[in-house]
């Protein structure tokens, strides 16, 4: 053994069999925290990230729940500075952008599958909740998704006028309702369905069909339509 070799620390060359690893077997070869580790080498080219990585699977439960973790509560971790939360941001908007990818401008319809990964992606681990309206075309194609409004943990307010007035300015013959609850819980509310139902008949006089209202929980879904409440 050289002198360099007794002098390395004792993560030496863990990083390049890491990234090897990844580039072999892709993600499945990876654990959460060593793929959080990839991100983590980006922020902290030195430095030993497995211990870093491993406390943050452990506090907040799963890869996609660190990168999507609030900024201020990353930052109470030691490690974890202003350069890591912009990898984890990047790494969040890549994977939403891949998602939209799929299926803006496609005929939604008969690309459900494709359309609640990208509802998950952008909303699952949101922490507060967020109401989102999916505009179709007549062809049923997406041709645009934007958020109406943002709440609290358990409430996001919903303007019926605001989003039959948006559907009508982008010439929508359909639109798709989709809101998530941060309890992990997609069960609708009576006031989830009650508000629908407000949507649905405001909809109805400008022409404007309700395709589904999706609730988007952890790792589970809830479609309107499946239940027969639409």
Not at 35 to 56: C, I, M, Q, S, Y
Not at 81 to 110: C, H, T, W, Y
Not at 137 to 147: V, Y
Not at 152 to 170: C, F, S
């Amino acid at each position: 053994m050289t002198d360099a070799s007794k002098d390395a620390p004792h993560f030496h060359g863990h990083r390049q069999r890491l990234r090897e690893r990844f580039l072999e077997g892709g993600t499945d070869a990876l654990a959460d925290y060593e793929l959080l580790e990839l991100v983590l080498f980006r922020a902290n080219p030195r430095g030993d990230v497995k211990p870093l990585a491993k406390k943050l699977i452990d506090t907040f439960g799963s890869f996609a729940d660190v990168i999507s973790a609030d900024p201020d509560r990353l930052k109470q971790f030691k490690g974890i500075g202003d350069a890591a939360v912009i990898e984890f941001r990047i790494v969040q908007a890549a994977a939403q952008k891949l998602a939209q990818g799929k299926v803006m401008n496609r005929p939604v319809l008969s690309s459900w599958r494709a359309l609640l990964d990208y509802c998950h992606t952008i909303m699952a681990h949101e922490p507060i909740e967020q109401f989102r309206i999916l505009f179709l075309d007549k062809k049923n194609r997406l041709i645009a998704d934007e958020q109406q409004s943002k709440g609290t943990v358990d409430h996001a307010p919903v303007y019926v006028r605001e989003v039959m007035k948006r559907a009508v300015a982008l010439n929508a013959a359909a639109i798709i309702l989709v809101h998530n609850h941060p309890s992990g819980d997609p069960t609708p509310s009576r006031a989830d369905i009650a508000m629908t139902k407000e949507i649905i008949d405001a909809g109805t006089s400008l022409g404007i069909q309700v395709h589904d209202h999706v609730i988007i929980g952890k790792g589970m879904h809830a479609s309107f339509k499946a239940l027969d409440l639409i």
